[in-house]
Protein backbone atom coordinates (compact mmCIF):
# COMPACT_ATOMS: atom_id res chain seq x y z
CA UNK A 1 0.00 0.00 0.00
CA UNK A 2 1.20 3.32 -1.02
CA UNK A 3 1.58 5.97 2.05
CA UNK A 4 2.87 8.98 3.11
CA UNK A 5 3.15 9.44 6.45
CA UNK A 6 3.85 13.01 8.04
CA UNK A 7 5.48 13.35 12.07
CA UNK A 8 6.81 15.89 13.89
CA UNK A 9 4.27 18.94 14.31
CA UNK A 10 3.41 19.91 17.91
CA UNK A 11 2.76 23.64 19.49
CA UNK A 12 5.81 25.49 19.22
CA UNK A 13 6.22 29.62 20.67
CA UNK A 14 6.77 32.52 18.31
CA UNK A 15 10.32 32.06 16.84
CA UNK A 16 10.54 28.54 18.20
CA UNK A 17 11.85 25.27 15.62
CA UNK A 18 9.91 21.94 14.13
CA UNK A 19 11.26 19.60 12.11
CA UNK A 20 8.68 17.79 10.12
CA UNK A 21 9.41 14.44 8.07
CA UNK A 22 7.58 13.12 5.52
CA UNK A 23 7.93 8.58 5.56
CA UNK A 24 7.09 6.64 2.36
CA UNK A 25 5.92 3.49 2.74
CA UNK A 26 5.20 1.10 -0.40
CA UNK A 27 7.37 3.03 -2.92
CA UNK A 28 10.97 4.40 -3.03
CA UNK A 29 11.31 8.10 -2.87
CA UNK A 30 14.34 8.10 -5.36
CA UNK A 31 12.67 8.66 -8.61
CA UNK A 32 10.03 11.26 -7.15
CA UNK A 33 10.43 15.19 -6.33
CA UNK A 34 8.45 15.71 -2.93
CA UNK A 35 6.79 19.37 -1.66
CA UNK A 36 5.59 20.28 0.80
CA UNK A 37 1.94 22.36 1.32
CA UNK A 38 0.47 23.94 3.95
CA UNK A 39 -3.54 24.84 5.07
CA UNK A 40 -4.46 26.88 7.55
CA UNK A 41 -8.17 27.29 8.63
CA UNK A 42 -10.24 29.06 6.00
CA UNK A 43 -7.62 29.56 3.47
CA UNK A 44 -6.80 28.34 0.78
CA UNK A 45 -3.95 25.55 0.37
CA UNK A 46 -0.44 27.12 0.04
CA UNK A 47 2.96 25.49 -1.36
CA UNK A 48 6.15 25.67 0.78
CA UNK A 49 9.03 24.10 -0.57
CA UNK A 50 9.42 21.16 -3.43
CA UNK A 51 12.51 19.18 -3.62
CA UNK A 52 13.79 17.33 -6.99
CA UNK A 53 14.34 13.67 -7.37
CA UNK A 54 17.30 13.85 -8.91
CA UNK A 55 19.96 16.28 -8.28
CA UNK A 56 18.22 17.87 -4.60
CA UNK A 57 17.25 20.95 -6.46
CA UNK A 58 15.17 22.95 -4.05
CA UNK A 59 12.38 25.62 -4.18
CA UNK A 60 10.87 27.83 -1.68
CA UNK A 61 7.52 29.55 -2.41
CA UNK A 62 9.08 33.07 -1.12
CA UNK A 63 5.76 33.99 1.29
CA UNK A 64 5.85 30.53 3.22
CA UNK A 65 9.18 29.66 3.39
CA UNK A 66 12.03 31.63 2.12
CA UNK A 67 14.89 32.14 4.49
CA UNK A 68 13.37 30.23 7.42
CA UNK A 69 12.57 26.74 5.64
CA UNK A 70 15.18 24.18 4.91
CA UNK A 71 14.05 20.77 2.88
CA UNK A 72 15.99 17.95 2.43
CA UNK A 73 15.72 14.31 2.00
CA UNK A 74 17.57 10.97 2.40
CA UNK A 75 16.43 8.51 -0.11
CA UNK A 76 18.47 5.93 2.18
CA UNK A 77 15.82 6.31 5.04
CA UNK A 78 13.30 6.89 2.13
CA UNK A 79 12.37 10.29 4.14
CA UNK A 80 11.97 13.89 3.66
CA UNK A 81 12.21 16.76 6.52
CA UNK A 82 11.73 20.15 6.22
CA UNK A 83 12.97 21.94 8.80
CA UNK A 84 11.29 24.97 10.04
CA UNK A 85 13.25 27.68 11.94
CA UNK A 86 12.13 31.34 13.18
CA UNK A 87 8.55 29.91 13.09
CA UNK A 88 5.44 32.37 13.29
CA UNK A 89 2.09 32.48 14.45
CA UNK A 90 1.04 32.84 10.68
CA UNK A 91 2.94 29.91 9.73
CA UNK A 92 0.18 27.79 11.79
CA UNK A 93 -1.43 24.94 9.49
CA UNK A 94 -1.67 21.63 8.46
CA UNK A 95 1.32 20.62 6.74
CA UNK A 96 1.42 17.89 4.33
CA UNK A 97 3.97 16.28 2.34
CA UNK A 98 3.32 15.08 -1.52
CA UNK A 99 5.42 13.25 -4.04
CA UNK A 100 5.39 13.66 -7.24
CA UNK A 101 7.04 11.51 -10.19
CA UNK A 102 9.82 12.47 -12.08
CA UNK A 103 10.33 16.81 -12.27
CA UNK A 104 9.67 18.72 -9.57
CA UNK A 105 7.21 21.71 -9.18
CA UNK A 106 4.22 23.82 -7.62
CA UNK A 107 1.46 22.59 -9.41
CA UNK A 108 0.12 20.77 -6.72
CA UNK A 109 -2.44 19.23 -8.80
CA UNK A 110 0.18 17.18 -10.58
CA UNK A 111 1.17 15.34 -7.10
CA UNK A 112 0.28 11.96 -6.92
CA UNK A 113 0.12 11.08 -3.24
CA UNK A 114 -0.80 12.92 -0.40
CA UNK A 115 -0.24 12.10 3.12
CA UNK A 116 -2.78 12.67 6.10
CA UNK A 117 -1.06 16.04 7.70
CA UNK A 118 0.83 16.96 10.85
CA UNK A 119 -0.50 19.54 12.62
CA UNK A 120 1.67 23.06 13.33
CA UNK A 121 0.39 25.65 15.84
CA UNK A 122 2.59 28.56 16.74
CA UNK A 123 1.68 30.74 20.12
CA UNK A 124 2.64 32.02 22.92
Known amino acids: QVQLVESGGGLVQPGGSLRLSCAASGFTLDDYAIGWVRQAPGKEREGVACISSDDGSRYYEDSAAKGRFTISRDNAKNTVTLQMNSLKPEDTALYYC????????????????WGQGTQVTVSS
Open 98 to 113: AAKYGFYGTDWSLYDY
